[in-house]
């Protein structure tokens, strides 16, 4: 990534805006190890920081180290997930813990080949933590990074679907040259658009760089004709499939699922299907077929 040669104005801005109002969370601290912010990370990829934090705590009190995770079983994690949502990542995080011992000894690697080589680890994660855990310069790119650049430098109300190669590119050529500047830049960005920048309600009067927001200046259009990314979540697969998982986490002997009174709302179809796509993503076994008896 070839560096930059002179701030942008907005980018100070926001690193002087995060020395004052960064929130104080755990995996910010400098005692928090590599290791913990890989965690962090991966229970951030689709989940609240206010829903992650309790369980983060939890989690790491009782797996402070990648070794200690590997020791335990994949149900654990996944029980100890709880309702973080997209449990896969518990399967993962496990599945990465366990790597992390048989391939760099219980260690987090720094380099990004490394990162990316680890189960769960896509290059949005393998950045945030170089740069988090180890004060690399390089470009991390969330969805929150994504709507403050594109509002203040490209005028756009909501990032592209998918991250383009432009806008990659753009993103590259603001990261400060030196690299504690570019971790915090890459921290503000993202704590900016949590906070302040938010997608569908952005707080331009309180926000620090609002008299240089090429959007802003512009008048905010497009905004309301944006198409919204969230889905209906009642009834749909992802919240059937969250309420088998909650079921079996609470029960420490296998149960009969489609046996359950508290399911039978559910269409016996999609309890079956979502049932089977649990039993394949490997996140419930089939302790007795013949009784239909499932676990985690
Ligand atoms: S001025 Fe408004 S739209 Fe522009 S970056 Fe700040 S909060 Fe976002």
Redesign the pocket.
């Known amino acids: 990534m070839p560096p930059v040669t002179a701030l942008d104005p907005r980018v100070a801005s926001v690193i002087d805006w995060f020395a004052r109002e960064a929130r104080d969370l755990p995996w910010r601290r400098d005692d928090c190890s590599a290791w913990g912010v890989l965690v962090s990370e991966v229970m951030l990829q689709q989940t609240p920081v206010a829903r992650v934090e309790p369980v983060w705590r939890e989690w790491m009190a009782r797996w402070p180290t990648p070794a200690d995770l590997a020791r335990a079983s994949q149900a654990d994690a996944v029980r100890a997930w709880g309702r973080l949502g997209y449990p896969r990542r518990a399967k993962r995080l496990w599945e990465c813990a366990v790597t992390l011992v048989e391939r760099h000894g219980g260690d987090v690697p720094r380099t990004e080949d490394a990162l990316l080589a680890l189960p769960g680890i896509g290059a949005y994660t393998a950045a945030a933590i170089r740069a988090f855990a180890y004060g690399e310069r390089d470009v991390v790119l969330d969805t929150n990074v994504r709507?403050?650049i594109g509002?203040?430098w490209r005028s756009q109300p909501l990032p592209p679907a998918h991250l383009t190669r432009s806008e990659r590119s753009h993103a590259e050529s603001l990261v400060p040259a030196d690299a504690v500047a570019s971790v915090a830049w890459n921290a503000g960005a993202m704590e900016?658009g949590a906070l302040?920048?938010t997608a569908r309600s952005?707080?331009?009067a309180?926000?620090?760089?609002?008299s240089d927001?090429a959007?802003?200046a512009a008048g905010?259009p497009g905004l309301e004709a944006a198409p919204r990314r969230t889905q209906a979540w009642h009834g749909t697969d992802r919240q059937v499939r969250g309420r088998i998982m909650a079921l079996l986490r609470a029960s420490h002997a296998p149960l009969n699922i489609t046996g359950q009174a508290s399911l039978e709302d559910i269409e016996p179809g999609q309890l079956d299907s979502c049932l089977a796509s649990l039993v394949s993503d490997g996140l419930v076994t089939v302790a007795d077929e013949e009784r239909g008896l499932y676990s985690l």
């Open positions: 709507r403050v509002r203040a900016l302040v920048c952005p707080r331009c309180d926000c620090v760089i609002a927001c959007w802003l905010s």
